[in-house]
């Protein structure tokens, strides 16, 4: 008779090997229960759902693919790199400027505000969880004091970069996390406001997984801020109209 060898589910977990710790801390980050209110947010899509410019699982699909590669891929994931550099220099005066583009892009109040709110909720983690580097050792014995936590209370894209950088997440999957946190997001909203099926959500995610690869990629290629900018009229005009809207479910 030949000899059978059985793999236990116990000697597979033995020769399994270590989770990297930042992919601990990543899941961490991009976790919905991290409470930073993202999902109080459509950043318009409220609006457009309400005019009948999206009614359905295929205008919502096409609207995120136009916001993630004409604007994510060429605003927020460079801007991520640029913060991420800075705080690995402990340059905070880079650090500043980086953020001051980000709320500079950020074309409505509602989006301004977002932007504040939730880098406030991200100062106030970062915070709580003792996150700092060297260059700020001084400063956190007066929190109240400390510039760097000023600028991250500005923006929740500076607080996700420098969480990030310190729990040395590579820059490449924080900006995959970044986008995938953002895209969930944005899902969840529309699958309420329109409304969608859980099925149909799944399926807008599943065809829009790949794109984060492509646009993290292209992103970070873009090494100034002189190369970035996008071009979402559409986006724009939702996000100020929703400002105004009668009746609401989110905050933008």
């Known amino acids: 008779m030949g000899t059978t060898t059985i793999t236990t589910n116990e000697s597979q977990s033995a020769n399994a090997p270590m989770t990297s710790p930042w992919l601990i801390r990543l899941m961490h980050l991009v976790s919905p229960s991290l409470p930073t209110g993202g999902f109080a947010y459509s950043q318009?899509?409220?609006?457009?759902?309400?005019k009948g410019w999206i009614n359905s699982?295929?205008?919502?699909?096409?609207?995120?693919?136009?916001?993630?590669e004409t604007g994510m891929t060429h605003v927020d994931i460079p801007l991520l790199q640029i913060i991420y550099q800075a705080v690995e220099r402990q340059d905070l005066d880079a650090f500043t400027r980086a953020v001051q583009w980000v709320r500079a892009c950020r074309e409505t109040k509602e989006l301004r505000d977002e932007e504040a709110h939730r880098g406030r909720a991200m100062a106030a983690i970062i915070k709580e969880l003792g996150l700092c580097h060297a260059g700020m050792a001084n400063a956190a014995k007066k929190p109240n004091h400390d510039p760097w936590h000023k600028v991250i209370s500005s923006s929740q894209l500076a607080g996700f970069a420098f969480a990030a950088t310190l729990w040395e997440i590579p820059i490449q999957v924080a900006a995959q996390g970044y986008l995938w946190s953002w895209l969930e997001n944005q899902v969840l909203a529309a699958v309420k406001i329109i409304p969608l099926g859980q099925s149909s959500g799944q399926r807008v995610l599943a065809r829009l997984s790949p794109t984060i690869d492509t646009a993290v990629a292209t992103?970070?290629?873009?090494?100034?801020?002189?190369?970035?900018?996008s071009s979402l009229p559409a986006f724009g005009l939702a996000c100020s109209n929703h400002e105004t809207q009668y009746t609401r479910l989110f905050r933008s």
Do not use: F, S, T
């Open 44 to 50: 318009g899509l409220e609006w457009a759902i309400e």
């Open 219 to 229: 992103g970070l290629q873009i090494k100034d801020v002189e190369q970035m900018g």
């Open 57 to 68: 699982e295929a205008p919502l699909e096409q609207w995120l693919l136009n916001v993630i």
